[in-house]
């Protein structure tokens, strides 16, 4: 069984920075694309921005020039490089990875989830 822990969230003034981090464990032949999304209070979950095990990258347009997602494939770990940061990107942010598993089945896993508040 593949795991998702992520770390980095916490409290920051408006237009600081964070960094968040989230590392794949278990059993898995392979990841692929791996992402970010965001739930804030009331509203549907939200991709942030993800990136295939190639490096291809893609942003919601309201991250984009603020936020910037890297990955580490030999530590199967993803990051997300927030900067500018303002009160409406305080959310639960969670991680999310496609992985191949042992049985070749395509499957994909979530993280526990992250707090980022921003206050103004």
């Known amino acids: 069984q593949v795991q998702l822990v992520e770390s980095g969230g916490g409290l920051v003034q408006d237009g600081g920075s964070l960094r968040l981090s989230c590392a794949a464990s278990?059993?898995?032949?392979?990841?692929?694309?791996m992402g970010w999304y965001r739930q804030a209070p009331g509203k549907q979950r939200e991709l942030v921005a993800d990136?295939?095990?190639?490096?291809?990258?893609n942003y919601a347009d309201s991250v984009k020039g603020r936020f910037t997602i890297s990955r580490d494939n030999a530590k199967n770990t993803v990051y997300l490089q927030m900067n500018s940061l303002k009160p409406e990107d305080t959310a639960v942010y969670y991680c999310?990875?496609?992985?191949?598993?042992?049985?070749?089945?395509?499957?994909?896993?979530w993280g526990q989830g992250t707090l980022v508040t921003v206050s103004s």
């Open positions: 999310n990875a496609d992985y191949l598993s042992g049985r070749f089945r395509n499957l994909e896993v």
């Open positions: 278990g059993s898995m032949l392979s990841i692929g694309t």
């Open positions: 990136i295939t095990s190639g490096g291809t990258t």
